[in-house]
């Protein structure tokens, strides 16, 4: 069965530089969530999409924007990125309305230098 | 907004043993309360789920019982083995788009 594929598994970065993660969502999963979870740590909700539409918004730094496509995949783009944003990355999604499991990516790791 | 809390931060128990989990929330309109296990550097993925309009659910080894009153709910893992050493983490959810809030996680070390 599909599942959520993320892009790329990792990722090095210096500081201040920009970083761009890719989510593709299970086939008629309309609702995407984006996850943070740094080492030792449960996940911290970023940011999350319905339909295409920001549907709500979590601890996500002014510094990082999001946004899903027309083919309900989407994105998130890190700029000026700090030592701290170094963490796992999760993707995650799910139909609306819900069956209520949460299906998540491998996650994408990202290392600031 | 909603906050859920989760205890024991590690958990460690002999093989054969049971374990369990609890995790209390404070939003009395959320709805849907999964598991997650966590394997290191793995994704979570789900290992049992259950809705505010049932008490109790079971699976195998594993059951979850929901108090909406207290506003607990709790994990139950009977004759461990060594593959269910991972970490485990609580949620909560209203459904329909919403959000999940994930409890801080519980590292179960299952001995052999």
């Known amino acids: 069965a599909a599942g959520v594929i993320q892009s790329p598994r990792h990722l090095i970065k210096e500081k201040r530089e920009t970083a761009t993660l890719k989510c593709y969502p299970i086939p008629r999963h309309d609702t995407v969530y984006w996850y943070q979870q740094g080492p030792g740590q449960d996940p911290q909700f970023l940011i999350s999409f319905y339909e295409k539409m920001q549907s709500d918004k979590g601890s996500i730094p002014d510094r990082f924007s999001a946004q899903q496509f027309s083919d309900y995949h989407s994105e998130l783009n890190m700029s000026s990125l700090e030592l701290g944003d170094s963490a796992l990355y999760f993707c995650?999604?799910?139909?609306?309305?819900?069956?209520?499991?949460?299906?998540f990516g491998e996650g994408s790791r990202l290392t600031v230098l | 907004g909603e906050n859920v809390e989760q205890h024991p931060s590690t958990l460690s128990v002999q093989e054969g043993d049971s374990a369990v989990i609890k995790c209390t929330y404070s939003?009395?309109?959320?709805?849907?309360f999964p598991w997650y296990k966590q394997e290191l550097g793995k994704r979570p993925q789900l290992i049992i789920d259950i809705r505010s309009n049932v008490g109790e659910k079971k699976d195998q080894r594993i059951a979850v019982t929901l108090n909406k009153t207290a506003k607990h709910f709790s994990l139950h893992i009977t004759e461990t083995q060594p593959e269910d050493s991972a970490v485990y983490f609580c949620?909560?959810?209203?459904?329909?788009?919403?959000?999940?809030?994930f409890g801080s996680g519980t590292k179960l070390n299952v001995k052999p």
């Open positions: 949620a909560a959810s209203k459904g329909n788009f919403n959000k999940f809030y």
């Open positions: 995650a999604s799910c139909r609306t309305p819900p069956t209520g499991e949460l299906f």
């Open positions: 939003d009395s309109a959320s709805n849907y």
